[in-house]
């Protein structure tokens, strides 16, 4: 499997890495937290760890951590439009709960 990202969220990076001057991609994770057990990361990355497994999605390079893999594996992410919010959605197949805020989830 691997992580992607719709058009909508690689424009998004894309935009904000040249806003930003420099990065050389984006990097995915999660973190233990939240009422449901984990939540996820999401950083815009200027050097990668030895150990990140890298994906690629309209040309944007995705960094994820061995340990977190386990948790997103096959997830897309989304960049959307809610009224005044804006923000990345994540599409994960493997989230069994989610909590009522959807700041944390569980698999």
């Known amino acids: 499997m691997a992580i992607t990202l719709t058009k909508k969220a690689a ?3 894309e935009r904000y890495l040249a806003s930003r001057g420099k990065g ?3 990097r995915l994770g999660v973190k233990t937290t939240g009422c449901s057990g984990m ?6 990355l ?5 150990e990140d497994q890298i994906f690629e999605s309209f040309d944007i390079k995705i960094f994820v951590d ?7 594996d096959g ?11 804006e923000g990345f959605k994540f599409n ?3 989230v069994k709960d989610e909590c009522g805020c959807g ?3 569980t698999v």
């Open 103 to 105: 700041e944390s989830f």
């Open 24 to 26: 050389i991609g984006l």
């Open 39 to 44: 939540a996820y990361t999401l950083e815009f």
């Open 75 to 85: 997830t897309e992410l989304d960049f959307a439009r809610e009224g005044l919010n």
């Open 46 to 50: 200027d050097e990668p760890n030895p």
């Open 66 to 72: 061995p340990k977190s893999l386990v948790y997103i």
């Open 11 to 13: 424009d998004r990076v």
């Open 92 to 94: 994960n197949p493997n």
